[in-house]
């Protein structure tokens, strides 16, 4: 559904316009006359005749017809006969700034269900409530007691904290920052981030779209949109507070490895969603996207007139991972021939401290000329002959001639640079107060390019024996166990073509001795109980058994030790397992998110993985790209390729161990978390073997 | 020696100075005489009688007596004739502003030993060439070209770059931030960071000393000078560049494993100095320690207007490892008192977004009373009724009244909020333009303090065989061999108390099953060679041969196959060893950094390392705390102290290696880098071996 009589209303309705300057009534109503709409404007209150000379309603209806936009701001008990009102006149879109509703408690909650189901009924639109309004700064619309109206311009802007977007309204409007749209989104009890990102996304006056959100509502909903609109407009938020989800699930590893922030790194990641610290960092970052192209590429050219600065800038580009573009030889010699023989002609390319903005000019224009560049940072300090209005103009010049590459500026300083800083924002150069926090907006730009490139996403689909997983997992569902046995975890991995290890249960000493002549010695023994999660821990493993009267031993000590540390663990006998040996120890394992689903992880493996933390993560389902990325994104990857003339692992084999797992856990949504430790992989060719695994299930 | 005359000279000489607008000698002058300097100034200039109403003089010599300070702007091939001037009137003090010394090639760094050939002989301190000049607001005394004189102050500042202190004059100008002093140190010829640290650290006006550098001359006694004045007064650096020290060496792990920041990191955290990324934090920074007392805990409170900011700040207190303060009862009794209904009574405090500057008072007041409270951090943002004026000054009246916790401020927004942040700066409240640079800014300060409190170092010195390494390694230097041999590596260790495994060399099969007899199966088998640094890329380590046979064999396939691999090095046997089992392998290691000496390293071992680099670095000579702290410090202590039921291993004995390791290092400067690894550790009470180590010398 398109929010578009929020933005272009040809009539605004303010129920609970006041006369009293400070009251919010009044601030919203001055608001909307000062920023000059060119609609109609109808204050409704019983109490007066006028209000700054414009006519006032006793109520909706004697309007005499349903403004497109109604604005509410009566105390929260009335405002359900307000939307009855609405509902009757057939109002479509309405804005709800009065507080008190879910955000005080069980009884503001009702208030609030009430408002919505009026609002569903009715077919109305409702932003808010306890929200600050809206503006739209083309329609010069300013519905909303946060501020002057700002300039017009390109980003658009949702905000879950009125508070914050009062703030950044102040700092727009101080520094010329202009929007397309401004929205406070309150308690979102029915517009949310999604339907704004969606609004956002297909609206032409928006080309940047910037948030700030503490909670997000529907997870795979927000996630999907999200990746779409990334495609074409960049999407930067701030998110503060945390899923909780990782706190809940701590049976597995991958749960107690899961942090309060891994899932939403994992989306913003997936999504191609620019994350953003800080207010600050937010404006730094936006600027650039709604003002420069996107650059070709991550190699950076620097010009300065001072060396301090410039090594900094340096320092930060490899830092962030970025390249110091090497200059072809022919702008080195166009630089030689025209700049003063002690200038550096060299990335950074120093202009020395007497610079003019003509020496500016010469750089910039040979700079943004080399092939081998695709970015330009220009870093000025106001020296005793620096002319920075004018090198500034140099600048902003520049910016706009040549289209192709982006151009960022830190000019260093204070009020004696004032007047620059101001004329390269008005041409929309960005402009940084420090060298860092440039080369962190490309860094943004350069991975947002990169994520756009990405290739097309193809899921692959193995054939399964998805009957045989159902039947397990209904099995442990209808008898309310919700940790599924090792046995039984194997046989799901089975049945998804994981591999797992031969082995058969013995409940004599003589038995284990028999499976393990069968199996072939050496052998693995471990402890066989649903009570028992982790074996090592009881002393209920134990590797390398070589002969028969190892396994026979081991099995008596087990019988002997284990009841005695875990009296109340029901011991149904030893597993007695082929031995894998010679590989490398991995893990995959999954957590369900609540908001956004299955969390697949890829990590070191063995019972270090908890100590060495190294782990990535990503939202199922997984490409063949993604599954590997993931085992990229670890420091384990570098071990998997094999170091010091040990021969390396088959890396596909694990990629497509992972997106089997992806498969299964998304085709079972009752599969809470599992994880396969150790995931035992060999060299190139070889199958790769689950030797542990873990399942837990819950009904959904 | 004192830098006295430089800061109060009662007479101050410009050679040099000029009285044509744009020159540097005619800035210098000029602001000399707008600061107000109180004291003589002398223009020597020979082609005029007079410049801005005072007499000029032809030379020093004219003057009639040796001026206290002399600052020389005249070109760099006449600053030797202008230093022999000042020798013989016996001038003590001089500012060197001209460039074209080091800076700018051969020629220039000739002219400059010059230069200080002349001060070292006449006893003339020198500050420069190359340089901006200097500044001592109190005294009015602005003996620079950087800009107008600043605000008086408390912070002593000193920079490398002349362009970036200009960038820094003009932003503390413009906010009215002050200084006791500012240096700007060019090519610190003869005065360098270590003199004005020094300086600084004595001078009764500097309580907190800030500044940039590029390099560090001496760094060895930089670390000492900078960790005995950081007990006193903090030092706040931006350092850019890097030490290149880390590409040099990559011979042995520790060598491959040290960046370029490795050194800056361990010097800066061993003598307590506040790392600042850029200016904006470094002024973050700086404007809290110059104003705030030093909390006494990390435990902070945060009072808001707004639920959004709150959030923020919380995110961030939790993701720097702060502790969020929970308020006491009668703390939350008084405020929900005090407060209206809807208030959030907990941490972060909601005064809610109608609160006037009383409400924040009564939390403010209440909160500092707190003896669960360390810090105060107070937030705003600039709402419809937000009164930011009365506000602001109801925090400065706080922050002065209660001096013993530390309040921080974040108000947010621009123009709204511009005259309330003029009042906090005014009233040394620290302001910050975020709650996340507020809470870095707190943190920071929490490290400093926790840095303060640190236990007092006592180096433990083991007794140990030095004589026997002297040999080694003479022996080694005599022969120009770099790179020790294992055997002889081993006697090292052995000689400073580190056990090595028992083991003798093999020429042929026989003799190497003899051997192993000897020692007991099952052995290990290295291949023997001075040309063959890392064995097990080439084949050339078997571990856990377990009979006569299996050792016969591997010495043949070693003799077979590595003079294929590797024709020209020279292989003297095959060394048989006792296999260290059952324990776990780190890494103990040194790599000499040229500047601030041994490097300390300590991670997990094997083969693991490089590609984990679960490694931490401290600088030699270990105390006993700091050589446990570097374990505490890699992920890999977790697993030393025992996961899922393993035992954990002899930690203090890992940390007794390490200081061992440290005394050698110390006490022989000729080793350059060296590693153990694995260094094979068991439980407590067990000794643990370095079962191979690799040690590379040099002449010093």
Chains 1, 2 share one sequence.
Not at 412 to 435: C, N
Not at 500 to 528: C, D, F, H, N, R
Not at 579 to 586: D, P, Q, T
Not at 628 to 635: A, E, G
Request: some cysteine; glycine content about 8%.
């Amino acid at each position: 559904m398109s929010l578009e009589k929020f933005f272009d209303p040809a009539s605004v309705a303010i129920v609970g316009a006041s006369q009293n300057a400070g009251k919010v009534g009044y601030e919203v109503l001055t608001n909307m006359i000062a920023a000059g709409f060119k609609g109609k404007i109808y204050p409704v209150n019983n109490k007066t005749e006028t209000i700054e000379g414009l006519k006032c309603y006793p109520d909706l209806e004697s309007i005499g017809q349903a403004p497109d936009l109604v604005i509410i701001i009566v105390p929260a008990k009335i405002v359900p006969a307000i939307m009855q009102q609405c509902a009757k006149i057939k109002v479509k879109s309405v804005i709800i700034i009065t507080a008190g509703f879910k955000e005080v408690g069980q009884e503001g909650q009702k208030l609030e269900q009430e408002v919505v189901q009026i609002a569903r009924r009715a077919g109305i639109r409702v932003i808010g409530p306890n929200c600050l309004g809206l503006i739209a700064p083309k329609k010069r619309l300013n519905a909303s007691f946060g501020g002057g109206l700002p300039k017009e311009g390109v980003i658009g802007y949702l905000s879950q904290s009125g508070a914050l977007l009062a703030a950044i309204l102040d700092i727009a409007n101080t520094y010329g920052i202009g929007f397309s749209k401004l929205v406070s989104i309150g308690n979102k009890a029915d517009i949310d981030e999604l339907d704004l990102i969606e609004s956002f996304g297909q609206d032409d006056e928006t080309r940047v779209i910037a948030g700030y959100l503490e909670s997000i509502t529907n997870g795979n909903d927000f996630m999907r949109l999200a990746e779409r609109i990334s495609q074409d407009k960049p999407i930067l938020l701030m998110k503060s507070g945390s899923t909780g989800a990782g706190a809940k699930a701590a049976s597995s590893h991958t749960g107690s490895l899961v942090g309060s922030e891994t899932a939403y790194e994992a989306v913003f990641s997936r999504a191609g969603i620019v994350r953003c610290s800080s207010i600050k960092r937010q404006f730094d970052f936006a600027q650039a996207f709604a003002s420069q192209p996107l650059p070709a590429g991550d190699r950076v050219a620097v010009i300065t007139n001072a060396g301090g600065p410039g090594i900094v800038a340096a320092d930060a580009i490899e830092q962030h991972g970025l390249v110091f573009a090497a200059l072809t030889d022919e702008t080195i010699k166009k630089l030689t021939r025209m700049l003063p023989p002690a200038a550096n002609v060299n990335n950074p390319i120093d202009v020395l401290g007497d610079a003019l903005a003509d020496r500016y000019k010469l750089a910039i224009d040979t700079v943004i000329e080399d092939p081998n560049v695709d970015i330009i940072l220009v870093l000025l300090t106001p020296q005793a002959m620096t002319d920075s209005v004018a090198t500034a103009e140099v600048v902003a010049k520049a910016c706009q001639e040549r289209g192709n590459k982006p151009v960022f500026a830190s000019f260093l300083g204070a009020a004696k640079i004032s007047r620059a800083v101001e004329i390269l924002r008005g041409s929309g150069v960005p402009q940084y107060d420090s060298p860092e926090n440039a080369v962190l907006t490309i860094k943004a730009m350069v991975d947002y390019v990169r994520w756009r490139q990405r290739p097309k996403r193809v899921v692959k689909l193995f054939p399964v024996n998805r009957r045989k997983v159902e039947t397990i997992i209904e099995k442990h569902l209808r008898q309310d166990i919700r940790e599924v046995g090792e046995m039984e975890s194997k046989e799901i991995l089975e049945a998804y073509g994981i591999v797992t290890p031969k082995g058969t249960i013995a409940t004599t000493a003589e038995q284990a001795a028999s499976i393990a002549g069968q199996l072939g010695y050496p052998v693995v023994m471990k402890i066989w109980s649903p009570d028992i999660l982790h074996k090592s821990d009881v002393g209920g493993v134990k590797v390398g058994l070589r002969n028969s009267q190892e396994v026979m031993d081991a099995f008596d000590l087990m019988m002997y030790r284990i009841p005695k540390k875990m009296p109340d663990a029901d011991i149904l006998g030893v597993l007695v397992q082929e031995m894998c040996s010679g590989g490398k120890e991995v893990i995959l394992g999954m957590n369900r998110d609540p908001h956004f689903g299955p969390l697949m992880m890829f990590g070191m493996g063995g019972t270090m993985v908890e100590v060495l933390k190294d782990v990535s993560f990503y939202l199922a389902p997984l490409t063949a790209e993604e599954a590997k990325q993931m085992l990229i994104n670890t420091r384990t990857y570098k071990m998997l390729q094999g170091v010091r003339g040990e021969q390396g692992v088959d890396i596909d084999a694990i990629a497509e161990g992972l997106q089997r797992l992806s498969q299964l856990v998304t085709e079972f949504p009752q599969i809470q978390e599992m994880d396969i430790n150790p995931y035992v992989v060999g060299a190139e060719g070889k199958t790769p073997i689950a030797v542990d695994a873990r399942i837990s299930v819950e009904k959904v």
